[in-house]
């Protein structure tokens, strides 16, 4: 039995940003994850823009979140080492009836605490961002909208946790869980955990847990949405997030710059059933349909990758749930996390922490907590002389394997022996680009495959691509025993 004191079910990007804030004290905190590695949820399937907070409606969860995890972003970045611009967003009006609603977006956001907020003319748009439709007679502009690489914010949050104490118990899914005394039982294939205290982020199957853990009876739904990425020298390097006016249920078909330098077509919003991640026609047509209405210069035929995520939507409602279970009071919930979950993980994390204080869990500090965490050697963006340098100290600096996003062997290496590390080909990929670019891993992917196998120590027919099932290779085919 492993003993601790806080579970956190989910290692998405909440629960990470949960176990970095938690790791500033010392109880004894364990991050149960169900998947291979961290990040594989949700979190692996969404747009990475930090937006501002002008969209939540005023007074409820996610406005208070949201705008508080948009301010720490910065903050967050500088200390774990992750790439995070603030690249400033507008909300095109097309019609009158828009201009209308980016009135309420400002009064919103206003209310929400976001300054800086203005309705500009078509003069200012096309200063701001060229490429914006000629036809858009309004917009709302915010000059705190940012993006990330979402996946890199939860592995940057979960190595800091590591690093200052978190264990993470990975491929782990919490099939039951019993109470007994003054703890939790939660029983999984890698064994019995005791946990005096559940916090429940396991994103879209949050209700699951609730209901194992005698929590509050809610359903989640999985509101899907599908995304387009573009070939990096589609257009012009970046481009501001620019955004149509929202429905009540979602932002729109954004068009946004990546902090690696592609262009981004997300999200539609459909409610399709828990689990699916397939991409569909109509849905790419109203991707391409929407981005053109926004920068009709756009090239979308050029998309490199198509890919979909669900959004855990609690059931007849639109907000976050956030605090102590009313109806167990050593459970706290971060459920019905939907977007914008990346842009209020660290403010959730944050939340968190004073829900657990409040509630009397014993917080005391963590005397060797240090909140830095430095990011992985970047070979593709490091200055020639350091690239020189690199390869200097070892050949397989100079070794590139993926010859899309140059990123060398030893940048590979070095993805997987980190803790948390990557133990697959998805995996290396969300840590290293590795298999991100053009041709999407039809040239590295046998390469990547070779070295997983040399640094785990297994054979490459036991190599996945990412989850159990998804071996690669059948066998040898020459020149293996
Ligand atoms: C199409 C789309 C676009 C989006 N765009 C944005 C955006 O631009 N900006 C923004 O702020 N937000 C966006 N979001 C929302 C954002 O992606 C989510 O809010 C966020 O990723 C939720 O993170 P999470 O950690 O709660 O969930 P997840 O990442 O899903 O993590 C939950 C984890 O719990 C684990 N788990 C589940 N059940 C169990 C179990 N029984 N035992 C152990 N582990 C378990 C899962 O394996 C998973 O790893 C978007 C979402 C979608 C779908």
């Known amino acids: 039995m492993i003993a601790c004191d806080i579970a956190i079910i989910g290692g998405g990007i909440i629960g990470c940003a949960i176990a970095r804030e938690l790791s ?8 149960v994850e169900a998947a291979n590695d961290i990040a594989c949820g949700t979190t692996k399937a969404n747009g990475g ?27 967050w970045s500088k200390e774990l080492g992750f790439e995070f611009i603030r690249t400033g967003s507008m909300v ?5 009836s828009d201009c209308a609603h980016l009135q309420t977006l400002l009064e919103n956001g206003q209310a929400n605490g976001v300054d800086g907020l203005e309705i500009i003319g078509p003069e200012r748009i096309h200063e701001l961002e060229p490429q914006a439709s000629p036809n858009a007679i309004q917009a709302l502009y915010c000059p705190h909208t940012g993006i990330v690489d979402p996946f890199d914010v939860a592995i940057a949050a979960a190595e800091n946790a590591a690093a200052n104490g978190v264990e993470f118990l990975l491929n782990a899914p919490v099939r039951s869980i019993e109470q007994q005394n003054d703890s939790f039982i939660l029983h999984t294939p890698k064994g019995d955990i005791s946990a005096k205290w559940l916090i429940n982020a396991a994103g879209c199957y949050a209700d699951t847990i609730s ?7 809610f359903a989640i739904d999985w509101r899907q949405g599908n995304l387009l990425v573009l070939d990096k020298n589609v257009t012009a390097k970046s481009i501001m997030p620019i955004y149509p006016v929202p429905t009540p249920t979602t932002k729109g078909v954004v068009v946004m710059g990546t902090v690696h330098g592609n262009i981004l ?19 790419i047509e109203e991707l391409m349909a929407g981005a053109t209405k926004l920068v009709p210069s756009l090239d979308v035929r050029s998309s490199i990758r198509q890919f979909a995520g669900g959004r855990a939507v609690i059931t007849d409602t639109n907000d976050f749930f956030i605090g102590q279970s009313k109806l167990q009071h050593r459970l706290f919930q971060a459920a019905g996390i939907q977007s914008p979950g990346v842009a209020s993980a660290p403010a959730i994390a944050e939340y968190m922490v004073e829900c657990l204080r409040n509630a009397g869990v014993p917080l005391p500090q963590n005397p060797h907590f240090n ?30 394997v993926c010859r899309c996003e140059t990123v060398p062997e030893a940048e590979i290496v070095a993805a997987i022996h980190r803790t948390p590390g990557a133990t697959s080909v998805e995996g290396v990929k969300r840590r290293c680009r590795a298999g991100m670019g053009r041709c999407q891993s039809g040239f590295c992917q046998s390469r990547v495959v070779d070295i997983l196998s040399r640094e785990l120590g297994i054979a ?12 690669i290779v059948l066998g040898p085919v020459k020149g293996d025993d």
């Not at 209901?211 to 009876?217: C, I």
């Not at 490459?460 to 071996?471: R, Y």
């Open 24 to 31: 500033r004290y010392s109880p004894q905190t364990l991050v």
């Open 49 to 75: 823009l930090i937006h501002s907070g002008y969209d939540p409606a005023p007074g409820t969860m996610k406005s208070k979140v949201n705008a508080r995890g948009n301010k720490l972003y910065s903050a």
């Open 460 to 471: 490459p027919a036991k190599v996945l691509l990412e989850n159990p099932g998804s071996e």
């Open 371 to 400: 909140p830095i965490r430095h990011a992985p050697e970047d070979f593709d963006i490091a200055s020639t002389e350091h690239q020189d340098e690199l390869i200097q100290g070892d050949p397989a600096w100079g070794r590139i």
């Open 211 to 217: 209901h194992m853990a005698g929590g509050e009876h």
């Open 265 to 283: 077509i997300g999200s539609t919003a459909i409610m399709r059933e828990k689990g699916d991640l397939s991409c569909y026609a109509a849905d």
């Open 92 to 96: 095109l009006a097309f019609t009158q």
